[in-house]
């Protein structure tokens, strides 16, 4: 890497170092400035953040810089958001939060690309919004578990039978029909005997789960995905309120045609 002096003075290490959020406030607001004039000086910028996010990705590291939580939630859900409607590079991404003048190393060492399956961060989103609404956690409920059968069966173009979890300690809720990309994608909402709600979401391309079940922790919740016989499933849960060798015990024997089942 060349770090040659430029007419404004600014030098190669000067973008690291902004990206690591190591300058001081008036090197940083040149910097800055050096940025919006130079698009070429902003793509390299990009792509050293670029290599960042993927190291970070893979390091996973345990602990984050502070900022303020609004900030950093809403930020996260917008990016991913975007990455899930406008499937934003993550050069692009990087390239939008430069320009927007946040910390790029207060962001970029936070967890915001994730390595999980989209049909996973969709559920994941989706939790987020609907399984505490005080006022509609679903449009169909649970006391009516005919009408959702036949209702995301109609909608998931494929038999859907609805897990009976009460053995597990978990009652249904209802159930809501998620629009997204690949399709529509049903969401039954469950809750236990102390309030603690989890979603199972049903994706219509099974193929887009994990070869193995798997159980990670992201955004304070916890995410549990595995390849079903016609989904891909997942569940969604701030404390989850079972083992999840039990409950996909459970779910993959509910939705085995009639005919596996004996």
Known sequence: MVDDVTADGIEESDLHAFLDGELDPARDAKVRAYLMDHPDAHERLARYAEQQLALAATAQEPSWPALPAPLVEGLERGLRRGLWRQRLSRVAATVLLVAMGWGANDLLRRPVFASLPDYAQQALDAHEIFANDPTRPVEIPGTKPDEI??????????????????????????????????????????????????????????????????????????????????????????????????????????LLPDAQKN
């Open 149 to 254: 059968r036949r209702w995301l069966s109609a909608k998931l173009g494929e038999r859907v039978a609805i897990p009976d979890l009460r053995r597990l300690g978990l009652s249904l809720v209802g159930a809501r029909v998620l629009g997204t990309d690949e399709g529509a994608t049903g969401q039954l909402l469950y809750e236990d005997a102390i309030g603690r709600r989890m979603t199972l979401s049903l994706a219509p391309d099974e193929a887009a789960a994990p070869d193995s079940p798997e159980l990670e922790e992201f955004q304070g919740l916890e995410v549990g995905m595995w390849r079903g016989e016609d989904f891909a499933l997942a569940v969604i849960s701030n404390d989850m309120p079972v083992e999840l060798d039990r409950l996909i015990q459970a779910v993959d024997v509910a």
